[in-house]
């Protein structure tokens, strides 16, 4: 059976580089019924935090990415990571380094000034018994003849001559784990088939290989993913405006949409764009992720977030904009679900994330404070005041107060001064938006009710006579 894994190191925020890559390993796993496994790669004690670990989680549920297996944890893996190394020393396959900082940078630096490739020369493999006063690190025995070659199922193949290769370090002085080391030892326990990471870890690749060899265990398939770039052209990162998933949804985008758009981030169905997530799991497979970098394109997120908020269900957008909606001061409590339902009908053809919806949303909940100077010089003027007044007395008739009782009361107004609806329609809304630009004028007055309505056209009419006064 297939068994995919994401393997984030929890020094930070889940970012679209990780996210990409956790959503690639879980849609192999799904396509092939396969298991996806979360392993929390913490042996960095210094740099890893529980926040991160908290953050990554959250991230991953937040997207929908459910996992089969973990989080593994491997701070708590120690035991497993000494048995495997007690093993390779006593097969003779690594062995402890004596040779201090300043030494290996000695050396380094001799080598660049020769022009050779800096690397560690192996001294110690023939050391008889230890040094004094120097705590060892232990290095892998690498075999240095022939070469390493990875059948990468994206790149093709990628040979290293091994020459290129060094005894690479296993445990630091400090007793901890290096990450090719424990890598491998979890990947190869945890029976990973396929590894699908980011090329940035290309490199470390063949040395995982004479790794997994040295342990007697058999290397997994390797997919490496070119990186995300940004509009520049060079690595995508927060200048480039890119955050952490979860700061996506402060920023009002839905799961779907961020996913949708990771996945077309170097993986392809033909012209397709939008894709449900049955169809991106049917669909999915490594032979159509590509081999160059994909582009980080923000304006195609807006794009796929205003689709997938048109077509989202109505009362789970209500739902979610609730915490949009306070976060702009808007509302203290949780509205009656029935009005914030209709409020969501009338944006949703038109927000691009729920942050703007709730924006958007701002002169249902507070009657316009001032209008907009050129909506109230061009259409709150003398002339419309009879409107007005007379739409006010047809409106505080109606009983029942719904979208077609509105509109026959508008045309009854219309036909008595003989105007359009353009002549009624436009002072309307700015009265009761404040703004010339909004959803349909019969649905706003419905969502605001009869009460309100009157009142704010009243406050128009107000202003109206007064700017006149003056
Ligand atoms: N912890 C590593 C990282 O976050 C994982 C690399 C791998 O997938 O092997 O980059």
Not at 88 to 106: S, V
Not at 228 to 250: F, M, N, Q
Not at 334 to 357: F, Q
């Amino acid at each position: 059976m297939i068994k995919a894994r994401f393997a984030p190191s929890p020094t930070g925020y889940l970012h679209l580089g990780g996210a990409r890559t956790a959503t690639f390993n879980w849609l192999f796993a799904r396509h092939y019924q396969g298991r996806f496994l979360l392993r929390i790669e913490d042996t960095d004690k210094s740099r890893s935090t529980d926040e991160s670990i908290q953050e990554i989680l959250e991230a991953m549920e937040w997207l929908g990415l459910d996992w089969d297996e973990g989080p593994y944890r491997q701070a708590e893996r120690t035991e497993i990571y000494n048995r495997e190394i007690r093993r390779l020393l006593e097969e003779d396959k690594a062995y402890y380094c004596y040779c201090t900082p300043e030494e290996l940078d000695e050396r380094r630096k001799k080598a660049l000034e020769k022009g050779t490739m800096p690397k560690y020369d192996g001294r110690c493999r023939y050391r008889k018994g230890p040094r004094k006063g120097i705590t060892p690190v232990v290095r892998l025995k690498v075999e240095q003849k022939g070469e390493t070659v990875i059948n990468d199922l994206i790149k093709g193949k990628v040979v290293y001559p091994n020459t290129q290769l060094d005894d690479f370090i296993l445990v630091r002085s400090d007793g901890t784990p290096t990450y090719n080391f424990v890598v491998v030892v979890d990947d190869a326990l945890m029976g990973i088939t396929h590894v699908i990471r980011g090329d940035d870890h290309l490199n470390n690749t063949p040395k995982q290989i004479q790794l997994y060899r040295a342990l007697g265990y058999e290397p997994p398939e390797f997919a490496h993913v070119p990186m995300i770039l940004g509009p520049d052209r060079t690595r995508l990162s927060k200048r480039h405006g890119a955050t952490s998933v979860l700061a996506y949804r402060e920023e009002g985008y839905l799961p779907e949409a961020l996913l949708n758009f990771l996945v077309r981030l170097g993986w392809s169905h033909g012209d397709q764009e939008i894709f449900s997530k049955e169809e991106l799991i049917r669909y999915f497979s490594l032979e159509h992720v590509g081999k160059s970098s994909a582009v980080y394109n923000p304006e195609k997120l807006l794009w796929l977030n205003a689709h997938y908020i048109k077509t989202g269900d109505t009362t789970r957008l209500a739902t979610l904009l609730v915490s949009f909606l306070k976060k702009e001061g808007l509302i203290k409590e949780k509205p009656d679900s029935k009005m914030l339902v209709s409020v969501v009908e009338t944006l949703k053809e038109r927000s691009r994330t729920l942050k703007e919806m709730a924006q958007m949303a701002a002169f249902y909940f507070k009657a316009p404070a001032e209008y907009d100077p050129k909506g109230a010089s061009k259409f709150l003027t003398p002339e419309v005041l009879p409107y007005l007044q007379a739409l006010v007395r047809e409106l505080e008739r109606l009983d029942p107060f719904g979208e077609e009782d509105v509109k026959a009361a508008f045309d009854k107004v219309m036909e008595s001064f003989a105007i359009k609806l353009k002549h009624l329609a436009q002072p309307c809304r700015v009265a009761l938006t404040g703004k010339r630009v909004s959803p349909g004028i019969f649905e706003i007055i419905v969502v605001l009710g009869k009460g309100e309505t009157i009142s704010r056209l009243r406050k128009a009419m107000a202003f109206i006579e007064g700017r006149n006064k003056g």
